[in-house]
Nanobody
Framework: QVQLVESGGGLVQAGGSLSLSCTAS????????VAWFRQAPGKERDFVGA????????LYADSVKGRFTMSRDNAKNTVYLQMNSLKAEDTAVYYC????????????????WGQGTHITVSS
């Protein structure tokens, strides 16, 4: 079992930055690929980015490419999402998810999910 906890959400002005963390407890986090998804009110859950077990391969959604950066520190059981140049449309609840194999952008492939952290970007 893996328990995921997101942190770092909050309110930020457009153009600002936030850093989210996804910290895992339980089994060794380095055995899992991890992704970030987000869900705005009334919308479906959208893919943000995914990182493989070593951190050597990262996939981003086109909407965040060049603005968001994923990284991981397996020694700390943590995956990070650095968000720069935030826009109002980035407002959402952000979830991290984990799976034992590379699952890319498909949320249905991820077995473990955190409870989410809310980001509000004011324009």
């Amino acid at each position: 079992q893996v328990q995921l906890v997101e942190s770092g959400g909050g309110l930020v002005q457009a153009g600002g930055s936030l850093s989210l963390s996804c910290t895992a407890s339980g089994r060794t986090f380095g055995s899992y690929a991890v992704a970030w998804f987000r869900q705005a009110p009334g919308k479906e859950r959208d893919f943000v980015g995914a990182i493989d077990r070593s951190g050597g391969s990262i996939l981003y959604a086109d909407s965040v490419k060049g603005r968001f950066t994923m990284s991981r520190d397996n020694a700390k059981n943590t995956v990070y999402l650095q968000m720069n140049s935030l826009k109002a449309e980035d407002t959402a609840v952000y979830y991290c998810a984990a799976n034992s194999w590379w699952s890319g952008a498909n949320p249905s492939e991820y077995y473990y999910w955190g409870q989410g952290t809310h980001i509000t970007v004011s324009s």
